[in-house]
């Protein structure tokens, strides 16, 4: 089992970038595919970007070209810098892990096995 933990969420202005975090314990994150995924009020949980055990990577269309998801297996950490954030980013943002098996769903949210407690982004305009 692994343990996630995201950080650094907060409050940014339009057009500005941040750089969100996810730690793992507990199980070396070479073993997962992993994702991030948000949520905003009122919304369900939607994909963002997801990056494979390999180090295949796939994005949703509202974030392609802005955001850029990373992966260090040696310090077991995944990573998302966001940049030319809009409002319509505002959400709160999960890591999540998907176990490797013989097929692979990037941007399911029911597939992923792990999730971690979430952080805070905020978008002003």
């Known amino acids: 089992q692994v343990q996630l933990v995201e950080s650094g969420g907060g409050l940014v202005q339009a057009g500005g970038s941040l750089r969100l975090s996810c730690a793992a314990s507990g199980r070396t994150l070479s073993s997962y595919h992993m994702g991030w995924f948000r949520q905003a009020p009122g919304k369900e949980r939607e994909f963002v970007a997801a990056i494979s055990w390999s180090g295949g990577k796939v994005y949703a269309e509202s974030v392609k070209g802005r955001f850029i998801i990373s992966r260090d297996n040696a310090k077991n950490t995944v990573s998302l810098q966001m940049n030319s954030l809009k409002p319509e980013d505002t959400a709160v943002y999960y890591c999540?892990?998907?176990?490797?098996?013989?097929?692979?769903?990037?941007?399911?949210?029911?597939?992923?096995?792990?999730w971690g407690q979430g952080t805070q982004v905020t978008v002003s305009s």
């Open positions: 999540a892990a998907q176990v490797r098996s013989t097929y692979y769903y990037a941007d399911r949210v029911d597939k992923y096995h792990y």
